[in-house]
């Protein structure tokens, strides 16, 4: 009890912690704006509970991410919750472990260069991921909210979100996302079965925008009937 204490007075205290080094800074500022975008997403109901997971690049040489603690409520995050970790997911600043999902974190963050992975638990993603799993993924055509997505520039664009099965096995899982996102160049996002959406972004920012503009086209699929029709 004692030494956590001690612990949890360091995590507070920058220079004990190293965070005035350039990491620490780009570690501390991550983490301030991913508690701002989870507590949102809680409040929009795309993270309930400890759902969800979100993490931002702040290093590639060595590769270092701010990633979400897990076990949290996605409604309280506050920035000492996270943690840094290092290419191979182990934890190199911060207490507590990252998600057994962090491997599907650093399989974006390779296979696409991003600089921010954000994933959600909504109901429309579960819905719709379990509809339309026999295709292997859902079209989003026709839409005007679709321009939101980086390089999209007409709603004529057609988005192929690709549905991948859910798994314990994260390893496993990784090698199927690395996979998908070799054969599918060019997508912004991809659902896990009955599980929920992955996007990200060149920053947080744009991340965020992605998560947005796919939950509301989401919402709209199946508000609009597409899970009965899949
Ligand atoms: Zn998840």
């Given at each position: 009890m004692k030494k956590t204490k001690t612990r949890n007075k360091r995590a507070h205290n920058p220079q004990a912690t190293g965070l005035m080094s350039p990491n620490g800074t780009r570690f501390a500022e991550a983490a301030v704006c991913l508690a701002e975008i989870g507590k949102g997403f809680h409040a929009r109901g795309?993270?309930?509970?400890t759902s969800g997971n979100f993490s931002a690049v702040i290093?590639?040489?060595?590769l270092r991410l701010a990633i979400t603690s897990t076990g949290l409520d996605k409604g309280t995050l506050?920035?000492?919750q996270f943690l840094e970790m290092d290419e191979a997911a182990?934890?190199?600043?911060?207490d507590g472990r990252p998600s057994a999902e962090a491997l599907l974190h650093l399989a974006i963050v390779r296979g696409v260069d991003a600089g921010a992975v954000l994933h959600t638990h909504s109901v429309w993603s579960t819905i719709l991921s379990g509809s339309h799993a026999a295709q292997g993924g859902i079209a989003l055509e026709g839409?005007?909210?679709?321009?939101?997505?980086?390089g999209v520039r007409t709603h004529k664009h057609r988005e192929w979100l690709p549905i991948l099965e859910n798994s314990q096995d994260m390893i496993e899982l990784g090698e199927h996302v690395s996979k998908t996102l070799r054969e599918s160049p060019g997508i912004h996002g991809f659902l896990l079965r009955e599980h929920g959406l992955y996007t990200w972004g060149t920053g947080l920012q744009e991340a965020k925008r992605h998560v947005e503009i796919l939950e509301f086209l989401m919402e709209v699929l199946v508000r609009s009937g597409a899970a009965q029709s899949a």
């Open positions: 795309w993270v309930l509970g290093s590639r040489e060595p506050a920035p000492e182990n934890v190199v600043r911060g839409y005007e909210m679709l321009k939101g997505l980086e």
